[in-house]
């Protein structure tokens, strides 16, 4: 029977040694691999012999922009990039003013491709490794690209593409946060009406990221900085194979800065509007006491969103003010605190409260424990609408924090906390905001040119 193999080899005697790889790989992995390296040359071949083919089509120059003169063939000159395939060369007229402006060659076969001068590689070369470094480090990034396709590029390159990248997303985060300062509202994301019936659920954290203390050097002890990270996910429902229902997440957005709680707070409510904050039958603010985030809740969310105290971190403070008072190693302190605890969860969040004064306005008592139990009181007192677990509960509604504390560990600790890791400003902001088009799925919009990328 005639074979598509003899044919191959028939062609090109070059591609001898791949296909006496392939005829004798004995294992099903060996044979697939040699399969894999036969197939990438033959790409290459299959790619270049289009371009010698379209390179040949007469060009119709178009007219210098110095002086309008037609520009002249300077005949053929070679080019090449680097792409998943490997490397691709092919030929290309090249044209010149005959007037001898200075405004370069021009390739119109290049434009017609989508090239631009000096570029080096093939978009879909740099999608996919500034997609690996998005998981992995650069060198790693690196390593597996040249394992797993014919992409021979070093880590310093992709640093190089992560940086560009980034530096795109970042400014049109910025010119979408300038518009929306000057009043201009985003555009509301589409989603299905199962999805815009469910419940909208934010919130925010903080994590520690390693950083250089100085610009261009490794010297230096470790400066940690704070990275603000936020989240929206829809809250919906899944069935067990037991029957019941549970709740579940759906359609995570996150947005981080580097930076302070107002940098947080307008990338937050242009992600909020995007998510359809307004529009959402309702809104859940959820997030522990930290870092001025309840500040940024009554400024900026109140009037869109219920707020909820986490119930872990409501419960540990009650705890933290009650054993200044009872000594927290006495039966007496933690029992009086699990029957706090549970009346809290069950709804009498008041009635915990009375317990607390009453307890500070006890006679004799010593002047840290009054001091503890007040600062406790006070704290519940200005969180009394966040802390009525039993309606929550009831509404379906997550009363612990840890949507975003696993988010910030996603996000953050998984790329950026590696053993030994030390982050530059802008080296950290660029890839961030990489981490972020990917998980927000913007990611492909930032490589036009090329197909999108799997959805891990
Ligand atoms: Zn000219």
Known sequence: ??????????????????????????????????????????????????????????????????CGKRLQSKGFKPRQIKSIIGEVKWERRLGRCSNKCAIGQVAPLDKELGLISHQKSDPGLQQAACLLAIFVPFETAAMLLR????????????????????????????????????????????ISAETAAQTLLMGADGVMVPFRPQAKTSEGKTKWREVKVAIFARLGQVRTRAGKLIP????????????????????????????????????????DGARGLWRLFDERFQAYATGVLDFYHAAQNVWSGVKVWLDGRTTRCQDWFTDARHRLR?????NVLDDIKAAAA??????????????????????????????????????????????????????FKGVGMRWSEDGFNHLLHLRLAWVNGRFDSFFPASTPSPKL
């Open 1 to 66: 029977m005639s074979c598509l193999i003899d044919t191959i080899r028939e062609i090109s005697p070059e591609w001898q040694t791949q296909v006496d790889e392939l005829e004798n790989a004995p294992t099903i992995s060996l044979l697939i691999m040699a399969a894999w390296q036969l197939a990438r040359v033959l790409a290459v071949r299959l790619v270049e012999e289009i371009l010698a083919k379209r390179s040949q089509v007469k060009a119709e120059w178009e007219l210098c922009p110095k």
């Open 248 to 287: 579940r997440l759906y359609r995570h957005r996150v947005v981080a800065v580097l930076g302070n709680i107002d940098d947080l707070s307008e990338r937050m409510w242009l992600e909020g509007l995007k998510q359809g904050i307004k529009e959402a039958p309702q809104v859940v603010w959820l997030s």
């Open 362 to 415: 006890l006679p004799g008592l010593p002047a840290a424990a009054q001091q503890s139990l007040t600062k406790l009181y006070n704290y519940l007192d200005k969180h009394r609408d966040h802390i009525q677990y039993d309606k929550l509960k009831e509404m379906g509604f997550p009363i612990g924090s840890g949507l975003v504390e696993s988010t910030c560990k996603w996000l953050i600790q998984q790329r």
């Open 147 to 190: 394992q797993l396709t014919g992409g021979d590029v070093c880590g310093q390159a992709i640093w190089e593409w992560v940086q560009s990248v980034g530096q795109r997303m970042m400014k049109s985060l910025e010119a979408e946060l300038e518009a929306l300062a000057a009043g201009e509202l985003p555009e509301t994301e589409a």
């Open 346 to 350: 069950h709804g009498q969040a008041s």
